[in-house]
T-cell receptor, first 114, second 111 residues
Framework: AQSVTQPDIHITVSEGASLELRCNYS??????LFWYVQSPGQGLQLLLK??????LVQGIKGFEAEFKRSQSSFNLRKPSVHWSDAAEYFC????????????FGQGTTLQVKP | DGGITQSPKYLFRKEGQNVTLSCEQN?????MYWYRQDPGQGLRLIYY???????QKGDIAEGYSVSREKKESFPLTVTSAQKNPTAFYLC??????????FGPGTRLTVT
């Protein structure tokens, strides 16, 4: 069965430091991969997506992610974190291109220290 | 301005009452989804619809019902049969099996 694992439930980084959020997936075929961000009490906002092609994808707010097929990973990175990046981050994989269903990881909460 | 609206933002109900959560989109997307979010549990799929007048159960459909009479609208009813209805509910629509776009959510509290 398809699954998504975000190993880190909670991460704290200092403002200005670099960030990497981990995401591993289990999926038989070439997946569609997504990162979303959620501020408290809000809906999810799409940060970036990977369907095919270049394995390094750029997103909004200065985020990027790299698809590594050999490691079944799609880690999210940002070179310099801002206090406004504090939020919850979800990785998702397209489970079945016929139904369009997505499987979400449990989420990683990012705290930013001043 | 295209997007997804959910209303109301906060909803309070007494136990034993059915309640309907609204979800409307003007993105012209065929597919729509309902998720439930509880602290520390990520998103769990309740129901989804790929086309008007058709919908399928997700992973946690028991105690919920939906309808899809119009492309723009996908209301969710939380029935009295749902054992733990208090949660944050998110609606999403999807473009051609790809990324999903989410509404702002409805926080339902049942006492």
């Amino acid at each position: 069965a398809q699954s998504v694992t975000q190993p880190d439930i909670h991460i704290t980084v200092s403002e200005g430091a670099s960030l990497e959020l981990r995401c591993n997936y289990s999926y038989g075929a070439t997946p569609y991969l997504f990162w979303y961000v959620q501020s408290p009490g809000q809906g999810l906002q799409l940060l970036l997506k990977y369907f095919s092609g270049d394995t390094l994808v750029q997103g909004i707010k200065g985020f990027e992610a790299e698809f590594k097929r050999s490691q079944s990973s799609f880690n999210l990175r940002k070179p310099s974190v801002h206090w406004s990046d504090a939020a919850e981050y979800f990785c998702a994989v397209g489970a079945n291109s016929n139904t369009g269903k997505l499987i979400f990881g449990q989420g990683t909460t990012l705290q930013v220290k001043p | 301005d295209g997007g997804i609206t959910q209303s109301p933002k906060y909803l309070f109900r007494k136990e034993g009452q059915n309640v309907t959560l609204s979800c409307e989109q003007n993105l012209n997307h065929d597919a729509m989804y309902w998720y439930r979010q509880d602290p520390g549990q990520g998103l769990r799929l309740i129901y989804y619809s790929q086309i008007v007048n058709d919908f399928q159960k997700g992973d946690i459909a028991e105690g919920y019902s939906v309808s899809r009479e119009k492309k723009e609208s996908f209301p969710l009813t939380v029935t009295s049969a749902q054992k733990n209805p208090t949660a944050f509910y998110l609606c999403a629509s999807q473009r051609e099996g790809r990324e999903q776009y989410f509404g702002p959510g409805t926080r339902l509290t049942v006492t």
